[in-house]
Every structure is written in C-alpha cells, then in structure tokens.
C-alpha cells in the first residue's frame, strides 16, 4: 500500500512537471511562430486567421515537442523531489533505485499513449485540415490544399504533379511511358477526376512518338489507368513527417514495389513506432542527471544540461537519417543508434551513484 502510494507520489509529480513543461514550450513556440507569419498576411488571411490557423497544428507541435518535453519534465519534477530531499529519504527507507525509476516510467507510459493516439489519429488530420483552410482563406473556396508538387515514378511511367485539391483533383498531370530508354507517350491534362473508383483526365492531349513521326490526340476526357488512389496520391504530395505511422508504412511499401528509395517514410515510421523506448531512454539520462554526478550542481544547471542533451539527441537523429540513405544501412538505425547512446549514458551515470 505504501509503497502504491509513492509511485503514485513520484508519478505526480514528474506528469506535472512533464505538462507545465510542454505548456511552456507549446506557448513559446506559438508566440514565436505567431509573430514569424504576421509576414505571410494576404487576402482574407489576418492575423486573428494566423492565429487559429496555429491553434490547428497544436497537435503536431504538442508531438513534435514531447521528447524534450519529457526529458526536462523529469529533470524538474525529480529535481524538485531532491532539493527537498525527498529521494534521500525514500532511499534511506530503503526504496530501490529501481523502483524509482518505475515510479517515473509510469507517466512516461501514459505520455507514450497519448503521443501515439496523436501521431496516428489527430495530428495528420489537423494538419490536412489547417492546411486546406488557411489555402481557402488566402485563394478562396476550393483552394489547392498542398501546392507540393513533383516526380512520381509508376512501372515504366513517370508522372509530374502540380498539386492536389481539397477534393482530391489532381492539377496540372504530365504523364512520360517508356520503352526501355525510347519515349513513347507523353499525356499532359489540365486536371485529373477521381470517379467511381478510377481517375478521368479532362483537357487531355496525348503524343505518340513513332521512328519516323509524332501524333498528336486530344481528348475532352481520357482513362487514366494506374494503381494509385487518390489516398495514395495524397500520401505522395504531403509532407512525410506529418503523416501517420500506418501511412509511413503503406508509402514505403508502395515505393519499394515502384522500385524507389522509402528511407525517408521509413525513418519517420521508426521515429514514432519507436518512441516509448526514445522516451524511456531520455528518462534514464534525466534520472541519472539527478541521482548521478549531477546531483550536486544547481538545478537550473542540470535543466541546461538536460536541454543540451535533447537538442544533441535530436540533431544526432537529423545527421543519421541522410546517412542512412547514402551508406545504406536501415533508417531504424538512425532512430536506435542515438536512443541506445543515451541509454546506456545513463545507466552509466545511474551506477556511478554506487
């Protein structure tokens, strides 16, 4: 009984201290970006539209901002248990470290969950959403929701998108087929259509290429025959980061049967799929800042040197993922790599405690 009571003490603690953290850096990201897209006023877009428009992402920045969250959630919530001395006496009553460290974990888990439910469930859709309405705010009703465009490759085909619409039209569609290295067929349309269950190009022409002479063909509507849905599609234009692990995992997927390099999606999959070990990893490091060699020093001192070991953390992450596209090695080393170190940084410290 007593001893449910301090995991629940020391869970209470730390869960406070890990929320008040990341309403302060929720609430000094939102003042800063505010500010930075005054910039990007037009049209019915104002800045009371800048401000819901940030409102909408909070949800992604809430994820994106968890891991430091975390980290210095636990340094103040353990920090502020050990200047009042509060450890030394649960150790002295003979409580493990171990057991400490499980009394933190617990709300670290309820994090995980609740990060998770996000990455999957709200934060893609937010996102989606914020970006269709501050387009139709600028352009007007029936804006362009991603202006990302780009090259597709699709068997012998490879495919130019200008954008796609908040009602899944596709804009400005370039289609190149080849022979083995021969061009034979170019298709370019105005827009392509998604209806009953396949895509219809309107404003269409299409251009054969012959050995001896070119043909050309315009169509007011045309099949497009292809495997992509207007799902797919979308995965393809949007931002990787934003998207949902079950996205990242169907958009690697898709691109490895076209053949095409998926390390970018699979580096975001293993990011989130991976993140209660990254949370825990971080805990670890934040524990041993209070109850290693640390101990001793000022507790702004050890906030600072935990911000310094998550932004080190993060930038180790950003360095690994291009490597990992050009030494080839997986991305979800590139996650693990940078979570491993941590960990056993601090188990290290945690034993140098005695």
Known sequence: ?????????????????????????????????YINDLGDIEGDYGAFQVFVYLLMRLPWRFYQYAPVGVLIGALIGLGTMASSNELT????????????????????????????????????????????????????EGAVVTQRGGWQREGDSFYRFGAIRADDTVLDLTRYRFEGQQLREAVSAQRAVWQDDQWQLEEAAVTRFEEASTEVEHHDTLLWE????????????????SQAPSELWALSRYLRTQGQEASAPLLHFWQKLL?????????????????????????????????????????LQDLLAPASTIFGFSPAWAVLAPMLICAVLGLYLLRRTG
């Open 89 to 140: 006496v649960m150790r002295a009553a003979g409580r493990s470290l171990t057991r400490i460290l499980w009394g933190v974990m617990k709300p670290v888990l309820l994090v995980v969950v609740l990060l998770l439910l996000v990455a999957e469930y709200v934060s893609p859709r937010t996102e989606q959403f914020a970006s269709a309405w501050r387009l139709e705010q600028v352009q007007g």
């Open 1 to 33: 009984m007593i001893t449910d009571r301090l995991d629940r003490y020391i869970a209470r603690h730390v869960l406070g201290a890990i929320l008040v953290v990341q309403v302060v850096l929720l609430g000094l990201d939102l003042v800063i970006t």
């Open 275 to 315: 993140l209660p070990l990254t949370l825990a990893s971080l805990v670890l490091v934040a524990a041993s800042f209070v109850f290693g060699p640390l101990r001793t020093v000022a507790a702004g001192t050890r906030v600072f040197y935990g911000v310094i070991t998550g932004l080190s953390f993060k930038y």
């Open 226 to 241: 292809t495997e992509l849905s207007p799902d797919q599609l979308g995965r393809l234009l949007r931002e990787v980061e």
